[in-house]
């Protein structure tokens, strides 16, 4: 199939394909409809297990193989994102390599500039946690005792499932502690900077390439009707995908700018930390706002001199979730991107048990996926629909 059967990467307007043609006629141009058109297999048994067989393969490999995959899966979806303004640099006349070079430029100062400032107030907070231990410790007094009842329980079920090393072990591990911390900070440091320049090599020859993968793809598949179908999912993972990132971006935000006002105007102190942490932390549904409120919570019982105003930080940040999670994301989200609550949270759970942190932020736009595919294949169709929400 020739590059110009294949949907340009403008905006404007209806896509279009060529239609089968006879020997002696004309290509006629017909538009592409809007949703892919379910690809139907046949429902054998033996299909279906092998099938079944294949994907758990494929998971095992993405567990064993999480050092490449990951930087890769990652360079994925941050082309989702900067694809808009690639395309946007290219109608003003900017070569696509200079473009891709100017988005990632430009996401890499940005994370780089937010670290910096916030790595100051982050600093002052890590100084001010021994002395304000003893504090919190007090205003906790009263959930201290299930804590102690929780510990000794853990501590009766050890001493049943542990065997007690002999003294020279004992003092041959906590002697060799200090240099397993250091060798594993530099493992972890040297693991982060080689994902990250692999993130952002294949980054930039993901926007620079544009939709060459698709390219061959249609060229390989033998049948028009298999070639359409491919273009068509393509299209809808690539804009359904990146209208969700830019939406959850940008209400990250919003999210961030609300909590970093309401906790200047409550008095904690180094609101555009926290305002940050906000901003990350949303892009974890579910467990991130948890995870911020509870932050917030201890942040207002270190600083703040009474227990009601203790609690207007994590109160002000749990209005702003309410409004952002329940009203207007769903709102925005509603016509393209409506998941099943519970699934989302089975795949929260299995993709961090499968790549940590990163899986986790990365569950719900691979769930996304995983729905597009499964709705375009009809075996699939009912896996689609129990994920939809």
């Known amino acids: 199939m020739s590059a110009s059967a294949l949907p340009s990467s403008s905006d404007s307007g209806t896509e279009t394909l060529p239609a089968d043609t006879d020997d002696n006629s004309e290509p006629i141009l017909q538009p592409v409809v809007d949703r892919p058109v379910p690809v139907h297999f046949r429902s054998d048994p033996a299909v279906v297990l092998q099938s079944a067989q294949f994907a758990l393969l494929i998971l095992a490999a993405l567990y064993l193989t999480r050092p490449i995959v990951l930087p890769i899966v990652l360079a994925i979806l941050l082309k989702l994102l900067l694809q808009p303004g690639v395309r946007r640099l290219e109608r003003w006349h900017v070569p696509r390599v200079f473009a891709a070079l100017f988005m990632i430029v430009v996401l890499f100062v940005l994370l780089v500039s937010a670290g910096t400032a916030l790595s100051g107030p982050a600093h002052d907070w890590v100084e001010k946690l021994p ?33 007690m090393s002999s003294q020279n072990v004992t003092t041959a591990t906590s002697a060799s502690a200090p240099s397993e911390l250091s060798n594993i900070l530099f493992a972890g440091t040297a693991s982060f900077a080689s994902g990250l320049l692999t993130t952002i090599l294949v980054l930039f020859f993901l926007l620079v390439s544009g939709d060459l993968f698709l390219r061959r793809l249609v060229e390989v598949l033998p049948r028009f009707r298999d070639k359409r179908t491919a273009v068509q999912i ?12 830019i939406t959850v971006t940008v209400m990250n935000g919003l999210v961030g700018i609300a909590t970093t006002l309401v906790l200047w105007t409550v008095g904690i102190e180094n609101p555009l930390l926290w305002g940050v942490f906000a901003f ?4 974890i549904p579910i467990i991130g706002p948890i995870v911020n409120l509870v932050l917030l919570m201890l942040a207002g019982l270190l600083t703040m001199d009474s227990l009601f105003h ?4 994590a109160a002000g940040f749990m209005v702003i979730h309410i409004v952002e999670g329940q009203f207007v994301t769903p709102m925005l989200l509603a016509r393209r991107f ?16 499968m790549w940590g942190v990163p899986g986790a932020i990365l569950a719900v736009p691979v769930l996304g996926i995983i729905k597009i595919v499964c709705d375009s294949i009809g075996p699939w169709a009912a896996i689609g629909h129990l994920i939809e929400g």
Not at 135 to 156: C, D, H, K, T
Not at 280 to 283: G, I, T, V
């Open 280 to 283: 990350l932390l949303n892009y």
């Open 338 to 353: 409506t998941l099943n609550p519970v699934v989302v949270i089975i795949s929260l759970i299995f993709w961090y048990w």
């Open 234 to 245: 393509s299209n809808q993972i690539e804009n359904d995908i990146a209208v969700y990132l």
């Open 131 to 163: 002395d304000g231990l003893p504090r919190l410790r007090e205003r906790l007094m009263f959930i201290s005792g299930p804590v102690e009842a929780v510990q000794r329980f853990l501590q009766n079920a050890e001493s049943y499932v542990q065997v």
């Open 310 to 313: 203790a609690f207007m930080p």
